[in-house]
T-cell receptor
Framework: KNEVEQSPQNLTAQEGEFITINCSYSVGISALHWLQQHPGGGIVSLFMLSSGKKKHGRLIATINIQEKHSSLHITASHPRDSAVYIC????????????????FGKGTHLIIQP | DTGVSQDPRHKITKRGQNVTFRCDPISEHNRLYWYRQTLGQGPEFLTYFQNEAQLEKSRLLSDRFSAERPKGSFSTLEIQRTEQGDSAMYLCASELVRGWGTDTQYFGPGTRLTVL
């Protein structure tokens, strides 16, 4: 079963700061997902990636398959970015233990202060 | 709004009662997932469907839990003889998968269950 670790668990920063959230996993994956969860529960998918780097607006996600590590960066952070950011991985088919369901990290609680 | 809806949004029940939740996925999506999230934790996989077939069930899904997706569209998750430990947010997600790959999952708003 894949183990997904995120760091930091909590992060408070000032508006405008560059934010980095890290994610590591223990076994091979078919894809890694970054998700955003606001208070009240709604989860939104930000990125799905299996190699390299993706950018959407002020968000950048990178993944290093060899090191089993991914980072989510937020440039020019804003108070509306305050949320829980969750890393999740899809395991390859037939790996057992919920192969096609996502395995989630515990999330990083981000607060951006004005 | 992701296009995935869940009903009800909140459910309070007494221990021992049965509850049923419904998920309506994005209409053309062939995969549907159920997850459970307890306070302060990331979601955990429960089960998923490819069209109407239930293909995988987590060990978290005890015999008191049953899920269906009868026509490959909406899905229901039933919990029989609820226990206080069942209190959690139950999340549904749908996905359009071509072949045997994986793609972006779209999450519903969740059903928050409180068992008294």
């Amino acid at each position: 079963k894949n183990e997904v670790e995120q760091s930091p668990q909590n992060l408070t920063a000032q508006e405008g700061e560059f934010i980095t959230i890290n994610c590591s996993y223990s076994v091979g994956i078919s894809a890694l997902h970054w998700l955003q969860q606001h208070p009240g529960g709604g989860i939104v998918s930000l990125f799905m990636l299996s190699s390299g780097k993706k950018k959407h607006g002020r968000l950048i996600a990178t993944i290093n398959i060899q090191e089993k590590h991914s980072s989510l960066h937020i440039t020019a952070s804003h108070p509306r970015d305050s949320a829980v950011y969750i890393c999740a991985v899809s395991s390859p088919l037939n790996s057992g233990g919920g192969a096609d369901g996502l395995t989630f990290g515990k999330g990083t609680h981000l607060i951006i202060q004005p | 709004d992701t296009g995935v809806s869940q009903d009800p949004r909140h459910k309070i029940t007494k221990r021992g009662q049965n509850v049923t939740f419904r998920c309506d996925p994005i209409s053309e999506h062939n995969r549907l997932y159920w997850y459970r999230q307890t306070l302060g934790q990331g979601p955990e996989f429960l089960t998923y469907f490819q069209n109407e077939a239930q293909l995988e069930k987590s060990r978290l899904l005890s015999d008191r839990f049953s899920a269906e997706r009868p026509k490959g569209s909406f899905s229901t998750l039933e919990i029989q003889r609820t226990e206080q430990g069942d209190s959690a947010m139950y999340l549904c997600a749908s996905e359009l998968v071509r072949g045997w790959g994986t793609d972006t999952q779209y999450f519903g708003p969740g059903t928050r269950l409180t068992v008294l």
